[in-house]
């Protein structure tokens, strides 16, 4: 019996301790992608709301007419969509699993 029940603790472990793996190793890829595409966005946004607060103020006229300031947050935002759907398909499919290295 003793033998039976370190065969089962043992095969447990292996299987648990790649799963251990592979969950920390999603969690942190997710941290570093959150944290680098939060960044990249947020010089993006800075970059174009400063460039365009230095336009000429009948240029800033045209601008808020044509409300490029909503329009250009709408475009970043179905980027940043697109960017998470295609990172969870990615994890669907398995990409994922190739990145774990025993």
Do not use: E
């Amino acid at each position: 019996m003793p033998i039976f029940l370190a065969a089962l603790f043992g095969a447990l472990m292996t299987v648990l301790g790649s799963i251990v793996g592979r969950v920390l190793v999603a969690l942190g890829m997710g941290y570093v992608t959150f944290t680098g595409v939060s960044f990249a966005l947020n010089t993006i946004k800075v970059m174009f709301f400063s460039s365009l607060l230095a336009a000429h103020p009948l240029m800033l006229g045209y601008a808020a007419t044509l409300k490029l300031d909503i329009s250009f947050q709408v475009i970043l935002a179905a980027v940043t969509m697109k960017w998470v759907l295609n990172s969870g398909a990615a994890a669907i499919t398995g990409n994922v699993k190739k990145l774990v290295i025993k």
